[in-house]
């Protein structure tokens, strides 16, 4: 025993991070896989009409959102951002109202597409469909900061194929000439929908791209959680003490299709597919924790019991929420408070504030 009680500290001494939030980065890590899954299970059960998977990405998700204050900082997820969501304070019942578009879903209140998650109360900007527009959002949001003085970092992630965008450019440019409190995630899985990455770069790594900004860029192998917590941890404190935006890159795999809606074994082949199935980070992070000591028998077990519960509760809670009201369905689309209509006291099409003479 005293040999694992040594193998464990050693681990957590070495990160930064005690045994007990080790075990719940793990925890999250598995849950975003089971919710992730349970999704699947849901769509082709034609319960909800559409999942763009987060497996694969879970690790790096979890790792790098963790250094982030909650309900201080401010993330801008992308499609994908499960792990991200629930690590920053969203819960699974959120997630699943969100796929099942219930009046009751904090996202959109059911008016967006699945995959597009927000959530006012965590500091979580709701995405917009169109890829890379969260990174101006965030940009923003980091200026904001900045000279309000408010000590909070803005945090954004995106694929590769998104950091193609135009959007990307002029946001890290602008960013890195302020010194904003901004750190920008690329999770690099090699495919955009079904474009490799040789097709979409000219480069080998997306975070090559941020010598140009004159911002550190930082490639981290996305499998590895204690790797990506690093990455993030210095990023994080980086952008909080006034040294400026970080681009880190985070290779990871995608386990399944781009969504639902796609066969990825048509443009894929068994050798590919089972070499990524190898770099699966849940695995790789349980064996990692079971080695060190940290994830005994028995803490696995209590953490399989609790996330069967709760991924039930949370299906069984959307499963029992409410359709939203057609007639509700322009609210937050058009002002609902409208400017009087009345003129002002000088007049409308005046010039140096006296009213026009007809």
Known sequence: MAVTDRNASHLGDAVGLTDEQLIEMYRLVALTRALDERM????????????????????????????????????????????????????????????????????SGGRQMPGHYGSREHNLVSVSSPVATQLLHAVGIALAAKVRGTDQVAMTFMGEGSSNQGDVHEGLN??????LPFVFVVENNGYAISVPWARELAVEDVASRAAGYGIPGVVVDGTDVLACYGAATEAV?????????????AKVTRLTGHSS????????????????KARDPLPKFRAQLTDAGILTEEVLGRLAAEITAV????????????????????????AEEWPSEAPPPWGFGTAGGHAEEH
């Open 40 to 107: 699947w299970v849901l769509n082709r059960a034609g319960r909800i009409p559409f999942v763009i998977s987060g497996q694969g990405h879970e690790g790096a998700q979890v790792a790098i959102t963790w250094p982030l204050r909650k309900q201080h900082d401010w993330v801008a997820p992308f499609y994908r951002s499960i792990a991200t969501c629930l690590t920053f304070g969203m819960s699974p019942r959120d997630i699943l109202t969100a796929q099942y578009a219930t009046a009751s879903d904090p996202s």
């Open 174 to 179: 602008f960013a890195a000439i302020h010194k």
């Open 237 to 249: 404190d980086r952008a909080r003490s006034g040294g400026g935006p970080t681009l880190i890159e």
């Open 261 to 276: 809606d796609d066969q990825q074994t048509k443009y894929r082949s068994e050798e590919e597919l089972a070499s990524e």
């Open 311 to 334: 991924v039930d509760d949370a299906t069984e809670y959307a499963e029992s929420q409410p359709d939203p009201d057609p007639s509700t369905a322009m609210r937050w689309v058009y």
